[in-house]
């Protein structure tokens, strides 16, 4: 038989070259093991920073990738920023207290009861959130797939569908699309729907311009580059209806207690972000909209009618009159992602309920703990961002560049939470006492069924290597030989 996992034994001796003064040493008696729901930039953090303690770790990921919204929600033409944190990622799973189980998700292939009853030390969940927050318009949800998307399935499909053998079902890219939102997640939307039809209506002219070509210089660089217009291409570009005002979008932040003075000057600096990104990319935007019906023929969405709004003392009023009647071919959500219901977890207001913010202790249990956007409900990997960096003019005029450095800093600052939240877990250990041996290797025979039921052979680096995905650059390149 293989055997998945390192023997107690062997785990016992590694452990030893660790500090002496670890109090979580994992030897023949016995130690401490935690359960991580969830393999993104939380998770993976999580396991290290637990793992680096003497903790066993066993880290859950509902994909056969371990890399969440970096993989699945992150445009796919941010090439280096992509490998950079996947490798990042990868360096901490492969840890020697850390054991990989992919194709486990929480609530659907395990339950809670389940992996409790399995005797862990503490259970994390890192589950990030991944559902779409409903649109609230009546009885839309009957019309997706016909007509209607919602952002994290639109981009996935987006990420993935250039792959020969993806099983991902496929969204429609159509050309006077609706965009419903105003965060940063909602701009990769009108990205991706920009880019696709640009690209298409390109090739269809004999002219060849990759993704990658269209999101550097910008669509309007290439078409003015080839004497072009969007008219011309036979397009009409599309349009985000976003509930407030173009300088209420959180495209900058505003300083905490910031003087009238500073808050002008923030509000110039998000409408002049948002201009840029019409320029370059030649979407429309309207202002103070929210949807309050649907347009439906022949048993598809056609398009939605918005209501105008004000914003007073930053409030949003509707206004009676006048509505907007808006056709489209193609209507995308996004207004945000929360945590997918899990069962036997208390849900409040959308969120995991949660008993203590400080250790972030699920309400009505001792040893279940939720960290990262478990518990902020920030599906989109920038949105989650928190920063205090002065705010300059180079912001507005090279924004691109300034979205990858905050994403760093996300990262950065994730990183720093997540050795806080950690602590606090550690503190709630130290009040329980260490499994003993045989606990431990009980645990450790149901981590290696749960392998051998999805396919993993416990090389976690080569199973990386058998499931990446090809990539697009690759193939634009002709490495994969496609």
């Keep these: 038989m293989v055997f998945l996992l390192p023997p107690l034994e062997a785990v016992g001796l590694r452990v030893k070259i660790m500090k002496d003064n670890d109090k979580f040493k994992v030897n023949k008696s016995g130690g401490y093991c935690v359960a991580i729901f969830g393999g993104g930039v939380a998770g993976a953090e999580a396991a290290f920073q637990l793992s680096r303690r003497g ?108 792959e020969p053998d993806s099983r991902q079902p496929l969204c429609e890219i159509r050309d006077n699309a609706i965009v419903i939102g105003g965060g940063l997640a909602s701009f990769d939307v009108l990205k991706i729907l920009m880019l696709e039809t640009v690209g298409t209506a390109l ?32 397009l009409e570009g599309c349009t985000l209806y976003y ?87 193609l209507v995308i959500s996004s207004i945000g992602s929360i945590p997918e219901p899990a069962g036997e977890i208390p849900m409040e207001n959308e969120m995991l309920s949660i008993e203590d913010p400080v250790s972030g202790k699920i309400r009505g249990f001792d040893n279940v703990f939720a960290v990262g956007n478990a518990v902020t409900g920030r599906g989109n990997i920038r949105e989650s961002l928190v920063h205090s960096r002065e705010i300059t003019e180079r912001v507005a ?50 981590i290696q069924s749960r392998q051998r039921e999805v396919g993993y052979h416990g090389d976690y680096r080569r199973w990386i290597l058998e499931h990446l995905p090809v990539r697009l650059e690759d193939l634009n390149s002709g490495k994969t030989g496609g």
């Design 55 to 162: 903790i066993h770790t066993v880290l859950f990921e509902q994909h056969a990738l371990p890399y969440g919204k970096i993989e699945e929600g992150l445009p796919k033409w941010h090439l280096k920023l992509r490998a950079q944190e996947e490798g990042k990622i990868d360096e901490k799973l492969v840890q020697p207290l850390t054991h990989f189980v992919p194709r486990t998700k929480f609530g659907r292939d395990l339950s809670l009861s389940e992996v409790l009853s399995w005797g862990f030390s503490a259970v994390l969940l890192a589950v990030g959130a991944w559902r779409d927050r409903p649109l609230p318009v009546r009885g839309i949800d009957e019309y997706r797939g016909k007509g209607l998307y919602y952002q994290n399935e639109f981009v996935s499909s987006f990420n993935h569908q250039h």
């Design 203 to 234: 090739k269809i002219k004999g002219i060849r311009s990759d993704l990658f070509t269209l999101e550097r210089e910008g669509i309007n660089v290439v078409l003015n580059n080839h004497g072009l217009t969007l008219s011309q291409l036979g």
């Design 243 to 329: 509930r407030r005002r173009i300088i209420d979008m959180p495209l900058a932040p505003m300083p905490v207690n910031a003087n009238p003075s500073r808050q002008e000057k923030v509000f110039l600096l998000r409408r002049r972000i948002a201009e840029n990104f019409m320029q370059k990319y030649l979407f429309r935007m309207r202002e103070c909209y929210i949807p309050v019906d649907k347009i439906i023929k022949d048993n598809r969405l056609e398009g939605i009618i918005f209501q105008k709004t004000r914003v007073e003392n930053d409030r949003i009023v509707p206004v009676t009159h006048p509505y907007l009647e808006v056709h489209s071919p």
């Design 397 to 446: 005029e090279n924004y691109l560049d300034w979205q990858m450095g905050k994403f760093n800093e996300y990262i950065k600052m994730q990183e720093k939470n997540m050795d806080r939240a950690v602590i606090r877990v550690t503190r709630e250990l130290e009040k329980r006492l260490p499994l003993s041996a045989g606990h431990v290797s009980h645990i450790m025979e149901k």
